[in-house]
């Protein structure tokens, strides 16, 4: 197994276990936060963008109002939750909670 490799539904599972808020939808971890007003929102996008950066791994991100949809895959692995949506999902949600953020996992859209 590849230091990134694909990881299985029960190691996922045990992974979300770090991270609450989040789940396992249509192939990618995904969450949607609710944040105090449409400012701390974009302030939520712009530090979501520096954690991308600093991986080098990017998420699909819808903004609605003071809502930020996130959902991190591998699209390389064939859209797989690897270590790095792990990783970045962890660091998204530390953000989120400096912000006042609250997961919403319920109102993904796929949920």
């Known amino acids: 197994m590849g ?3 694909a990881l ?3 190691q996922i599972e045990a992974e979300l276990e770090r991270l609450p808020g989040w789940r396992h939808v249509g192939g990618a971890l995904a969450t949607v936060y609710r944040l105090p007003g449409p400012a701390a929102a974009l302030t939520f ?20 109002y003071n809502r930020v949809v ?18 970045a999902a962890h660091r ?6 400096a912000l006042d953020a609250i ?7 796929d949920a």
């Open 3 to 5: 230091e990134n490799a």
């Open 8 to 10: 299985g539904p029960a």
């Open 45 to 64: 996008i712009a530090a979501v963008g520096e954690v991308a950066e600093e991986l080098n791994h990017h998420p699909d991100l819808d903004w609605r």
């Open 70 to 87: 996130l959902r991190f895959s591998t699209h390389e692995d064939g859209s797989a939750v690897t270590s790095n949506d792990i990783e």
């Open 92 to 97: 998204c949600m530390l953000r989120a909670a």
């Open 103 to 109: 997961a919403q996992p319920e109102r993904l859209p």
